[in-house]
């Protein structure tokens, strides 16, 4: 486990904790004041601690591969995070605080368990790219989806998994271009207003 101490630190800018037996953060951690990069992947915390949410100086956090099943509220305090990475888990939502996170610009998704695109999504202003891919269930609510990524404001990117591309014009390949034609829609549209977002089709944006 981390010193009880480490808040002394408070200089330190970076900490990777990843791939360490870790089962909980001592509170002592808020005192890491200039933290700016944190490194919560493969490790034994079943959540990510409030203590987190009270590092107001950090831009990103990644909690890969970590058994997650939700996010805490207190993340929405992060008031300068810029990227969060928080693929391969078993998340299905996100928190509403997060409309606070103003600055977020990057939310990788990739490879969780959501089906509905989180209410939240629309109310990111600076959120530029999300990455989805391995959301097998997303094929189940495709209108829904595009209604997210019309309704984020700075959107200019998707990333979603090879076998489920979209395109600026419509959605094509694999599952999702089947889904989409079975509500109705064409690859011609009807949903033009995608096309200033790029969809890319990759397996490895977490």
Known sequence: RLPADIGRLTGLKELDLSRNPL????????????????????????????VVGSLGALKELVATTAGLHALPDSLGRLENLERLLVGYNALTDLPESFEELTRLRYLGLGNNALSKPPRVLAK???LRAVSLFGNKDILDSVDEWVDAFEAC?????????YGAAFTGSGFHAGGLKAAFEA???TSD?????????RIVATNAAG
């Open 23 to 50: 089962t909980s953060l001592p509170e002592s951690l808020s005192g890491l004041t200039a933290l700016e990069w944190l490194d919560l992947s493969k490790t034994r915390l079943t959540d990510i601690p409030d």
């Open 124 to 126: 990111l202003p600076a």
């Open 189 to 197: 549209g009807p949903y033009t207003s995608l096309a200033g977002v």
């Open 153 to 161: 404001p700075a959107l200019t990117t998707v990333f979603v998994g």
């Open 183 to 185: 509500r109705g829609g």
